[in-house]
């Protein structure tokens, strides 16, 4: 299975893991899946941590590759077909990193690993 993981997942996968339930943390160990880790949540890191709203241990420059990297997932850079995916996601609420992950699961064929309910209201497979 291909997933994408949310910002929240990816950082509690990092940070506290006992807050992912039993089935995320089988996903995310299971060998036979692949992880992936967009560019958005990166930024969307970035932008929270710059703003003072996100505490990490050190900066998103050093945290971010070494626990991706630690969790085997794949960046997954923002391509212009799920940019323009947006525009056909209903308008169920307002978050745009939210709603270009949902995107980028869409376009790309993975299921997204959430713990969001808002996401699962998405046409987007989510598991968690």
């Known amino acids: 299975m291909k997933l994408l993981l949310d910002t929240a997942t990816f950082l509690h996968a990092a940070l506290e893991p006992k807050k ?13 899946n692949e992880r992936y880790l967009s560019v958005v949540s990166s930024w969307e890191i970035a932008i929270k941590y710059s703003l003072g709203k996100l505490r990490l241990p050190n900066g998103p420059g050093h945290f971010i590759p070494t626990h991706r990297e ?3 997932a794949t960046i ?7 940019v323009f995916h947006v525009t056909r996601l209903p308008h169920l609420h307002r978050d745009p990193f939210d709603r270009i992950l949902i995107s980028q699961a869409i376009v790309h064929g993975m299921s997204l690993l959430t713990s ?11 598991e968690w």
């Open 70 to 72: 630690h969790m085997g």
């Open 20 to 32: 992912l339930s039993a089935r995320a943390a089988k996903l995310l160990l299971d060998p036979e």
């Open 76 to 82: 997954l850079p923002l391509d212009e077909e799920s």
């Open 116 to 126: 969001d309910p808002e996401m699962s209201r998405y046409p987007v497979r989510t």
